[in-house]
């Protein structure tokens, strides 16, 4: 037994030292490395970050993660390599530890190209194959993938060999097969199940793959990857489809915001208000003073930015809404062309206004952590803040139909919409009715101009480009129709990210105004017309 204690006591000596040995073999290797980083020559460089990637050091990922940001420096005449922090201090390159003394005066950045740019994303990926973070794993498969370096094979099949992860693993295979598509001496059958792999992806980066195949590779691996091509081609086009819906029902909920508030101002009072728009701008401004005031002295707060702008922007914007009523429009009603002329008046006192407080720049509103990002659906991308407007648009619409269908306030702005005399005759207060209605319509652009700051520029120009399409679809759906409000949004959104590809954004508007205009001149009243006595007449 003691002999045995003995041998294994031995065993573990001579193990420690061939480990200690293989870790001096590796910080030899990537010190003899770093000199090639002091050259300010690109194919030094390119052999410098070959050396440091295959020493296997931990310190060769954060140096080479340094070069890739450009943190990367070097002192040609002390031969020493530094990393620079994002805090600005200084790091020893070859010993990971702070670099306490002063700065070599010749301190100069490591030049980078599109070739060591490759490079180092092929590298970094080879490095974090095996990472413990799946996400790291992940993202380093697809670095191979786009870079398609022989010299990660290795590590690519030892990773491959070790996961466990499906979706990782899956997307190391299909990395995988595309070092075996660009390898010249893989074998035809290998190729053709990689074009397998290849096919089932079915990205643009898989087409792009299979398009770049050498013209003198074997007929059948050229005959599986044009069959491939055609396959990822057809998917493509149906997913085009689809994110062309997507962004259709987007621009459509954003035009149902701009113009609900408008469609309800136009249904019951008539009045063509050229100032909603400017309703929509002061949404937008309240959302920036709000986030401006919680930057400044509640930082925490910044994620509740917006569930504090909008009972501000709708109480703020529907007060401006009741003053603009009460004290000029009242004293237009029935005499549309002055009214038309003194809304656009207002507008433009209103845009002076807010240039003359805010500056006629744009101004930065941010979007809070919960609507940054974006994530994949299939073949479509999905913003979150996109994806939150149309949820607030449908809370929305839905409580502005509930408001109209269960309160008192609803029911009469119903009865003067739909015969004002007979309204005003059964006790109603008409002109009540009518400045709570302007004060609800502008609100709701308000708070329409919160949503909007989150993915448009916030200038005193920001309602113009809203309110001829809120127009467009309030007479399309039908004046004062909710439910026409929504399908006219929705349509006129749906269509015109469909013409866009074809006919250009300019060009996909003129065609739906003349679409509109050939429509009116059939259905004067809109796909939803109002019906009611007064109306009726």
Known sequence: MRRLFERLAVVF?????????????????????????TADSFSDTA????????SGNPLAAPLLQALKDQRLQFSAADKKVLIKGADGKLTDAATGQPFTAAAPADLDKVRLNNRLRNLVDAALGALTLMAPDAGKRMSAAQSVFKSRDASAAAALDKA????????????????????????????????IAAVAVIRDRGDQDALALLQGLPADAPKEVLAAAAD??????????????????????????????????????????????MAHGEMVMLGAYVTYVVQDLIRARYPGLFDYSLAIALPLAFLFSAMVGIIIERSVIRFLYGRPLETLLATWGISLVLQQAVRAAFGPTNKEVGNPSWMSGAFDLGGI??????????????????????????????????????????????????ARIDALTFGLGSGIAGIAGV???????VSPNLGQGYIIDSFMV??????????????????????????????????????????IILFIQKKPRGMFALKGRAIEA
């Open 13 to 37: 000596m001579v193990a420690g030292l061939f480990a200690a040995l293989a870790t001096a073999a590796r910080a030899g290797a990537y010190e003899d490395a770093l000199p090639g980083f």
């Open 228 to 273: 491939a091509r055609a396959k990822i081609e057809r998917n493509l086009a149906l997913w085009a489809t689809v994110q062309n819906l997507w962004y259709g029902l987007s621009l459509g909920s954003v035009l149902l915001l701009a113009a609900i508030g408008l469609a309800i101002t136009f249904g019951v009072m008539g009045v063509i208000n």
């Open 451 to 457: 949503a909007l700051s989150q993915i448009d520029n």
């Open 160 to 191: 491959l060999a070790a996961e466990h992860d499906a979706g990782v693993k899956k997307t190391m295979l299909e990395a995988r097969a595309a070092l075996t598509l660009t390898d010249a001496g893989a074998a035809a059958a290998d190729k």
């Open 47 to 54: 052999d410098a970050v070959d050396a440091v990637a295959a």
């Open 381 to 430: 991308l999905i913003t979150y803040n996109r994806l939150w407007i149309i949820v607030f648009t449908a809370i929305v619409f839905v409580a502005l139909l509930g408001m109209l269908r269960f309160t008192r306030l609803g029911l009469e702005m119903r009865a003067v919409t739909q015969n004002r005399t007979m309204a005003a005759a059964v006790g109603i207060r008409t």
């Open 474 to 515: 309030v007479v399309f759906g039908g004046v004062g129709n909710l439910w026409g409000t929504l399908v006219g949004a929705l349509t006129l959104g749906i269509a015109n990210k469909f013409l866009e590809p074809f006919a250009g954004a300019v060009l996909g508007k003129i065609a739906i105004l003349v679409f």
